[in-house]
């Protein structure tokens, strides 16, 4: 999956100039497109996500560990743009930012039917998508090709046309996310505070 947004192709993320792996993720009033990879469970915690041996790793390469607990063979089948759906409290247990590994690996989005909070604002800190979904283990099986508007909000499985309301995010998150993460967010919030003084 692409995305363009004023003629700039965003796609999987690429290391920034502030040294970490988050380059410019988001957009504005896009819809993302791709291939639906279901994880049913409820409660995957963080280290379901990505195992904290890995910590030690730089963010970019967490990649090929992502999910492994759940499918050894997700970063090879996955593709950059693709999502993860995934049942109730994803994201529970350690604060361990095993976000990084999603991010990694160029997934556009987790849609979940619930996240555990602290998980949620890592994901938009990270500029991933956090979309809390109700219903959408319902609408969507792996293989499924997904799209996600993100300024309605609405969530369409393309084959069958079926759709679903999800929460939109809290403003300040989805600021964070346009802007490729809380990083390029707060110091643009900094620049702009600086140039009002």
Known sequence: MHRVAAGVLLNAPMKGGNGDCF???????????????KFPQEDINTGLIRKQMYNHLPPQEQGRYCMESLDPQFSSKAKSGD????????????????????????????????????????????ALWPVACPGILGLVETGDTIELD???FVVRNVA???TLQARP??????????????????KARLAAARSRA
């Open 23 to 37: 380059g410019i993720r988001g957009g504005i009033d896009m819809k993302l497109t791709g291939k639906a990879w």
């Open 150 to 152: 993100t300024d309605s």
């Open 83 to 126: 999502f993860i759906v995934a049942g109730t409290n994803f994201g529970c247990g350690s604060s361990t930012p095993a976000h990084y590994s999603i991010v990694a690996l160029g997934i556009a989005a987790v849609i979940a039917e619930s996240f555990a909070p602290l998980f949620f604002s890592n994901c938009a800190g990270g």
């Open 160 to 162: 069958t046309g079926g």
């Open 169 to 186: 995010l809290p403003q300040m998150y989805r600021a964070m996310i346009e802007a490729g993460g809380e990083k390029p967010y707060l």
